[in-house]
């Protein structure tokens, strides 16, 4: 299995010596893994790059992985979470699965369940978007290329390219509301799902590398238009009007 097809794993655990363990163990399974050993390091993750389930610690340094877990089901809806508590108390298992946790593992975990585990959610996710009701906008045209809202890929005939989350949140939001100038922080709080900090340019290298793939020009975008003193706006061709 290539690596872009390996599922990719984030695991957010501040013990080092068994991050690095299980990180070992995972890509002996066949799955991509990246470590972040607290909140800041692992929105930095999310940000850059596409993942597909998360293993979140329970006891974190700074944000903990009960809020955590509220505010990615709230920013990442289709993302895996497989929570791990090293607390015996129930009450706190139950509050993770009700914040939207999709399993959890008490700790320390057989790396095999561990395994099993992620293999699970990620069947039954894969379930939902198969089954999900293909409605009208679910594939919108971008020039040469087709937006899957679905599956957060483009397609340009056989070329298959997926995004990371800060892309496609960027992407769906501008697509959505076509012919609609777009603020900077509107793009940060509909691509992201939640408020961030002003960090501007962060919007701005997103607009530049999707212009560097979809547009026939970058230099001289047709459809992610520049709005002098506002932001950004998708202008679709008139056959995706």
């Not at 890509?27 to 993750?45: G, N, Y």
């Not at 389930?53 to 289709?78: F, Q, Y």
């Not at 799902?193 to 002003?198: D, F, I």
């Amino acid at each position: 299995m290539n690596a872009e097809a390996k599922p990719h794993i984030l695991l957010v655990d501040d013990d080092v010596r068994l991050s690095r363990l299980l990180q070992r163990f995972l890509q002996e399974q066949d799955f991509q893994c990246r470590v972040a050993h607290a909140a800041p390091q692992m929105d930095l993750i999310l940000e850059r790059e596409h993942v597909d389930l998360v293993v979140l610690d329970l006891m974190l340094p700074g944000e903990s992985g009960l809020d955590i877990c509220r505010r990615l089901r709230s920013s990442h809806p289709d993302l895996g979470i497989l929570m791990l508590t090293g607390k015996g108390d129930d009450v706190d298992r139950i509050i993770g699965l009700e914040m939207g946790a999709d399993d959890y593992l008490p700790k320390p975990c057989n790396p095999r369940e561990l395994s099993a585990r992620i293999q699970s959610i990620l069947r039954r996710l894969a379930r939902k978007q198969a089954g999900a009701p293909v409605g009208d906008g679910q594939c919108i045209a971008i020039g040469a290329w087709e937006l899957d809202l679905r599956t957060r890929t483009l397609r340009n005939g056989k070329e298959v390219r997926r995004l990371t989350t800060s892309e496609f949140g960027v992407l769906e939001a501008l697509v959505t509301r076509p012919n609609r100038p777009l603020t900077r922080d509107q793009l940060m709080t509909l691509g992201k799902g939640r408020e961030y900090t002003a960090f501007d340019r962060s919007v701005d290298v997103q607009i530049s590398k999707l212009r560097r793939l979809l547009e026939p020009d970058p230099r001289n975008p047709r459809y992610l238009q520049t709005v002098w003193g506002t932001g950004y706006v998708f202008v679709p061709e008139q056959r995706d009007a």
